[in-house]
């Protein structure tokens, strides 16, 4: 089975601090995501790496940056955190190329509040 | 740009009795569609997908979906609701060669009476 790991399940933060959320994929897939979830929207892309070192701007990107330095690795940084950053962040990955029509795996989230 | 809209917000349904949920989707081709359920606490988990062939297909969990070109739905259905099946439910819509470009729906909620 896939396994995707978010390093916490639940964090809390205070305003203008540079968080880091982690997570790590065990199945050697190319592709990685961050959404956000937010009740009544839905879920949406903040970030997605179809590569190594290789990042692409998903619908909400402003305000985060990502980092992939390693296949297995996706960080999601939030540069200075805002109390609208406050929600529900989902990771996925995803094997294949771009075109391909697998679907993605999510880890269990993390639950981030900026006070 | 592809949509997806999930008309029902919140679901109640006594255990035992039959399920649809509905989505309706906005693409120009023949899309890739997966719905997938989100237990309390945890992430989603795909329950099936379909990007062609056979319009009708079967998913885990007793979960099927029919593909309707015409009426362009993507609807999910059980035919007896266990009370283990109440949590949120996405249908997402991915254009044809590109699954990792999906797009969500906002969810359904669903309530398993007993």
């Known amino acids: 089975d896939v396994k995707v790991t978010q390093s916490s399940r639940y964090l809390v933060k205070r305003t203008g601090e540079k968080v880091f959320l982690e997570c790590v994929q065990d199945?050697?897939?190319?592709?990685m995501f961050w959404y956000r979830q937010d009740p009544g929207l839905g879920l949406r892309l903040i970030y997605f790496?179809?590569?190594?070192?290789?990042?692409e701007k998903g619908d909400i990107p402003e305000g985060y940056s990502v980092s992939r330095e390693k296949k297995e690795r996706f960080s999601l940084i939030l540069e200075s955190a805002s109390t609208n950053q406050t929600s529900m962040y989902l990771c996925?990955?995803?094997?294949?190329?771009?075109?391909?029509?697998?679907?993605?795996?999510f880890g269990d989230g993390t639950r981030l509040s900026i006070l | 740009a592809q949509s997806v809209t999930q008309p029902d917000i919140h679901i109640t349904v006594s255990e035992g009795a039959s399920l649809e949920l509905r989505c309706n989707y906005s693409y120009g081709a023949t899309p890739y569609l997966f719905w997938y359920v989100q237990s309390p606490g945890q992430g989603l988990q795909l329950l099936l997908k379909?990007?062609?062939?056979?319009?009708l297909v079967q998913g885990i969990k007793g979960f099927e979906a029919e593909f309707k070109r015409s009426q362009s739905s993507f609807n999910l259905r059980k035919p007896s609701v266990h009370w283990s099946d109440a949590a949120e439910y996405f249908c997402?819509?991915?254009?044809?060669?590109?699954?990792?470009?999906?797009?969500f729906g906002d969810g359904t909620t669903l309530t398993v009476k007993p």
């Open positions: 379909y990007f062609s062939g056979d319009t």
């Open positions: 996925a990955s995803r094997p294949g190329t771009i075109g391909s029509n697998q679907p993605q795996h």
């Open positions: 790496s179809y590569d190594v070192k290789m990042k």
């Open positions: 199945m050697d897939h190319e592709n």
């Open positions: 997402a819509v991915a254009p044809g060669g590109n699954a990792g470009k999906s797009t």
